[in-house]
């Protein structure tokens, strides 16, 4: 149980363009979902934390209208990085955390390269 | 709010000797804490949690933490390494929102 998907795990895209990441909890219902990005051999930064049929509330210095994130259904949250530029290059993560529970599951990643 | 450090970002440890992994916590509320595994281009797979229950912890793969109020530690270990177990560790807290503060982690080579 608590498994969370991402998709896709690796992106390359052209610098200008929009790319969409999508988290889902596949056996679970997410009420919460988070956003972290990670750069090599460095811990995760979280971003943003995504709550279900709400806005979401984005840490210190992330922008909110670069890094659009929609948290449409109980089951999945969509990131999106618009306009991108080879600094938006990282490894993007989500978790999950079902309704009153302490434990945030995983997904496997993206891999987002910016020419 | 809630910090974590983990000091020595690199860990050896010989086959079958003892690992152990030190996090320090700092918390202004009765915290949560977790440790998590990474490998290599994948996501964080947790090995352990605490939550105000009981103070020593067993988790997946032979790991256990203890909870130390007294030293704000949650430092994790395992009796006897292997090589599967080369991986990016992190130590977590969180407090009642449920916002994870990670520590820098450390990346722990198994020498055979």
């Known amino acids: 149980g608590a498994v969370v998907s991402q998709h896709p795990s690796r992106v390359i895209c052209k610098s200008g363009t929009s790319v969409k990441i999508e988290c889902r909890s596949l056996d679970f219902q997410a009420t919460t979902m988070f956003w972290y990005r990670q750069f090599p051999k460095q811990s995760l930064m979280l971003m943003a934390t995504?709550?279900?049929?709400?806005?979401?509330?984005?840490e210190q210095g992330v922008e909110k209208d670069k890094f659009l994130i929609n948290h449409a259904s109980l089951t999945l949250s969509t990131l999106t990085v618009t306009s991108a530029h080879p600094e938006d290059s990282s490894f993007y993560i989500c978790?999950?955390?079902?309704?009153?529970?302490?434990?945030?599951?995983f997904g496997p990643g993206t891999r987002l390269l910016v020419l | 709010a809630q910090s974590v450090t983990q000091l020595g970002s690199h860990v050896s440890v010989s086959e079958g000797a003892l690992v152990l992994l030190r996090c320090n916590y700092s918390s202004s509320v009765p915290p949560y804490l977790f440790w998590y595994v990474q490998y290599p281009n994948q996501g964080l797979q947790l090995l352990l949690k605490y939550t105000s229950a009981a103070t020593l912890v067993k988790g997946i793969n032979g790991f256990e933490a203890e909870f130390k109020k007294s030293e704000t530690s949650f430092h994790l270990t395992k009796p006897s390494a292997h090589m599967s177990d080369a991986a990016e560790y992190f130590c977590?807290?969180?407090?009642?929102?449920?916002?994870?503060?990670f520590g820098k982690g450390n990346q722990v080579v198994v020498i055979p």
């Open positions: 977590a807290v969180s407090g009642r929102n449920n916002r994870l503060a």
């Open positions: 995504s709550n279900e049929g709400s806005k979401a509330t984005y």
């Open positions: 978790s999950a955390i079902a309704t009153s529970q302490e434990t945030q599951y």
